[in-house]
C-alpha cells in the first residue's frame, strides 16, 4: 500500500468542503465561554447568533460564510510515508474537482492581484506550504481557506532587538488598525523571529492552535494571557459593535534569529475555518478536526 | 427576537431619522445588494454621467452582501446563500452613492469612515451591521429574488434586489444623526490605549 495521487486529491477537495460548513468544536466553545463571560446585551445577542449560525450549517450542511476564501493547505509529509503519485498535483486537482462538484456552488475568489479579475484557478493556487515529520508514515493535510474579512489585516514589522514590551505594543497597534474590521471575535496569530518569511508562517501556524490550549513556553503562555486580556480590553466586540469579547484566543511562537527580529500578526474571523486529516501508509484515513 | 423593533425597507428619510446607533432590529421588505467594487463604480458612473443606472435604488437600501445568484431553469431567479462583505473598501464610492441615490439605508460589516458618516446625516440614511459568518440565518430570511443586474460580473458582485422577512436582528452601526458605534468605539479605544499598556506593563512586571 501506499499514500495514493487520488486518496491525497480526495481528501483535499473533502477537507476543503468540510471546512466550509462546520466551525470547530474547539472555537464553538470558546465562543460558548465567551457568551458566559460577555456582559454587553447586544454583544450576547450577536454571540448567540454565530452559534446558532454555526449549528444550521453544520446540521442542514451549509456553508457557514458566503466567503469560501481562496484554498491554503499545510501538508505535512512523513518521511517514512511511502508516495506513489505527483501529490502536488493531487491537492491542485482536488480543489478543481472540488469547484466542479460543490453544491451550492463557491463564489469565484481567487484573485490575480495585478488586475484584480476573479475565477477559480490561478497562478500558485492552491497555496501550499510544505513540512516534513521526521520518522512518520503519514501525510497530513491541513485545510485552511483564508478570506479578505480577517486576512486583510494581517501586519509584519521588524525590529532590532526588540523587548517584549516592544512587541506586545506592535501586536495592539495591528488590533487597533483592524478595529471592527475583521468579524470578531477573532483568533489572533503572532510570530516572532526567524526571518521575514519564517515569522510570517509563524503567525499563520499559531493560528491553527486549538482555541483553549496553553502555550507549552511560560514565557509566550504569559504574553498571550496578557494580550487576550488587552484586547478584550478595547472593546471593540462581537461584530465590532461592542463587547467584552474582541478575541477567542492569541496564539504566539517564535524562532531563533539574528537580533533583527521579524514581528507578524494575523487574524482568523470567528468562524475560525480548519479541518485536518492523515492519510496513512496503509490508506487509512484519520481526520482530527 | 419577535420583541424587536421592525423596520420596512426601503424606508423614507424621516424614518431613517428614528433609528439610533446602537440599535438592534429585524428587517423586512425590499434590499438591493452587491459585494463588487465594479458595480458600484458602473452605479457612480450613471450618477456622474445621468444615464440610467443598472437598477433602480433611489431611495432605497444598498448592503454590502455576496450572494450566489442563478437561473432557476424557468425564467426565475434564486439566491442559495448570501453574507455581509467588508464595507469600509467602499468607503471612496459611497457618499456620492448616499447623496446622488439618496439612499435610506446602507450596510454590510464593519462600518463606514468619517465622510459617509456625514452623507448619511445629510440624507437621512443608516447603516445596518450584519453579522459576518451567517449565511444560513440570512438566507434563510429571502423571500424572493426581484431583479438582478450587472450579472456579466461575477456572482457576488451582481446587484440583486431581494424581498426578505426578518433579516438580522442587525445593528444599526451608524444612524442618520452622525452617530457610529464604529468611531465611537474606535476613539473610546484609543482612549483606554495607554491605561491597557500601562497594565500589560504592569503584568510583565509581577
Redesign the interface.
Known sequence: MAITYGAVKDLSAQLYDWSLRKVPDDTKSGLRAALERETQPGAREILKMMLGSAHRAETEERFVCSDAGVPVYNVTIGTAARLDGDIKAAIRDGFDELVARIRPPLLKHVTNPLTNERGYKGKDMPLVTWDVAGGAEWVEILCQPKALGSGRWAALETFSFPTLQQIEEYVMKVVMQAGSQHCPPVIIGIGIGGSFDVAARIASKATMRPVGSTNAEPVLAAMEERLLRAVNATGFGPMGTGGDTTALAVHADYASGHGYTPVAVCFNCWINRRTRARIHNDGTVERFE | MSGLRRIRLPMSADEARTLRA?D?VLVDGEIVISAGLPTHQRLLEAAENGTPPPMQISGGALLH????S?DTGDGGLEV????P??S?RFNALMPRLIRHYGLTAVGG???LDAACVAAMQEVGCVYL?V???????H?AAIRAVREVACDDL???YRLVRLSVEGLG?V?V?IDAHGDS??AS??A???G??PA??Q???R??QV
Open positions: 446602537g438592534v452582501l455576496g450572494s450566489y442563478q442559495l446563500y448570501m453574507n462583505t467588508t469600509t460589516k464593519g462600518g451591521s453579522l459576518g459568518g451567517g449565511a444560513p440565518l438566507s461575477v456572482a457576488h436582528p445593528t452601526g458605534v464604529f468605539l474606535h473610546a479605544a484609543n483606554r490605549l491597557i499598556l497594565e500589560m506593563e503584568q510583565r
